[in-house]
């Protein structure tokens, strides 16, 4: 017998991912009381996942999928997706395919733009942590550009625009679109128009990559992907790689889409053949129920009128919990972590999702340990798990982590 024998006897355990294993933490925590603010997700107040009640109406429509899609997806969400990013009709200059979810449509771009010769992906220093993996998984050399200033809080647009103009020739730079992940913290729409001119000046040397996780979350579903459009109108190439995970509440259905704008239709053609080329060895086509979900939602106007309400009234409680936190911690004369920060306004000046606390990987670990509040090691709290029955419970623990329980 060789039952002792096994070929994977010398393989290393794999460090936990930094965000999933949260989640891992969480659930096997029996505290009551505890919190999530780690993985993004919206929801209620009793800490399940929001679902979209205008999704729920689709699926009534809805059939079980039973046969096989073409690799590129479902064409009729392929066609809304895009026209909701780009506000029209697919221009003929603009293809695009279905995904498995955002991190499925990063993961092609990379490996197309890495057959194509360009093997460089410049991403936002921050950014969110599988950026960096992802892209390298898809062939990229990752490395990184400026982007926010750690003692104010901002974005540092003279040092990202410096770090971009030295970006060497034939490389992609990736740009999050808005709520940007994990600061909060957006561009403004003149420091966007200042990176449009810089990519515009070196339109032959760098490709723009932009990321859109969370459209209608940050400043509204046509604000939001703004800049994209401004990029199309243009005449720039650049791809978009989107998920509908946050703004459908659809996070298991897998559901996002690549869209690519290239110099013409005969071009466009032929990149998508190629996307159709990267698809197929790698997973052969995606899934279609939560597809044919967000399709049925975008194609009738009373869903979708629906569906917007909500997401504006999802995102007005985001905002409405960051002042909460912002307040609750006023009233307990809680410091801010940073020293050059002399109250918390940073948290309710940021957008989105998620909130760039300042807290520090100790603090951050304190909060876990003492308070059973989990989040990310940077300080990123997911502020949709925030709601008016557990912000003091927060801004408490929060003061206990930045001065110490005596001074309470």
Not at 7 to 15: G, K, L
Not at 273 to 299: D, K
Not at 361 to 368: F, N, P, R, V
Request: proline share 6%; charged share 20%; hydrophobic share 40%.
């Amino acid at each position: 017998c060789h039952a002792t024998m096994s070929y994977f006897a010398d393989v290393p355990q794999a460090p936990p991912d930094p965000l999933l294993s949260i989640d891992g933490r969480y659930k096997a925590d029996q505290r009551a009381g505890k919190l999530n603010l780690g993985i993004g997700v919206l929801r209620r107040t009793d800490a399940s996942a929001h679902e979209f009640a205008t999704v729920l109406e689709a699926a009534k429509g809805v059939p079980v999928s039973t046969y096989y899609p073409h690799p590129g997806g479902d064409d009729e969400f392929v066609e809304l997706s895009a026209e909701l990013i780009f506000g029209c009709k697919r221009p003929a200059n603009v293809t695009g395919v279905q995904t498995v979810g955002g991190s499925g449509a990063l993961r092609v771009c990379a490996e197309l733009l890495v057959s194509q010769g360009i093997e460089n992906m410049y991403i936002p220093n921050p950014s969110w942590a599988n950026h960096k993996p992802l892209l390298a998984g898809g062939g990229c050399k990752v490395q990184e550009y400026v982007y926010l200033d750690e003692e104010t809080h901002t974005v540092d647009i003279e040092k990202m625009l410096a770090a971009i103009r030295a970006v060497p020739a034939k490389s992609a730079v990736l740009f999050q679109v808005a709520a940007h992940n994990p600061t909060g913290v957006d561009l403004t729409d003149a420091q966007w128009d200042r990176v449009l001119a810089l990519m515009t000046e070196r339109r032959s040397e760098i490709f723009p990559v932009f990321d859109s996780a969370y459209q209608g979350l940050a400043r509204g579903l046509e604000e939001d992907v703004r800049i994209v459009r401004k990029f199309l109108a243009a005449g720039l190439e650049f791809t978009v790689c989107n998920s509908h995970s946050k703004n459908f509440g659809l996070y298991g259905e897998r559901i996002g889409a690549l869209n690519i704008a290239v110099r013409d239709k005969a071009t466009a053609v032929k990149v998508r053949s190629q996307l159709n080329g990267i698809i197929r060895p790698m997973y052969s086509n995606p899934q279609l129920h939560g597809a044919r979900l967000v399709a049925t939602v975008l194609a009738d106007p009373k869903l979708k009128a629906m569906w917007e309400q909500e997401l504006k009234d999802m995102s007005t409680r985001i905002v409405d919990m960051r002042a909460a936190l912002v307040s609750a911690l006023s009233e307990i004369s809680c410091p801010p972590p940073n020293p050059n920060f002399t109250n918390w306004n940073h948290v309710t000046s940021q957008i989105g999702m998620f909130a760039y606390t300042g807290l520090s990987e100790k603090q951050c670990d304190q909060l876990t340990a003492k308070h059973h509040i989990y989040c990310t090691r940077n300080g990123r709290f997911s502020m949709a798990g925030v709601n008016p029955s557990n912000v003091k419970f927060l801004a408490a623990a929060i003061k206990d982590v930045v001065v110490g329980p005596s001074r309470l």
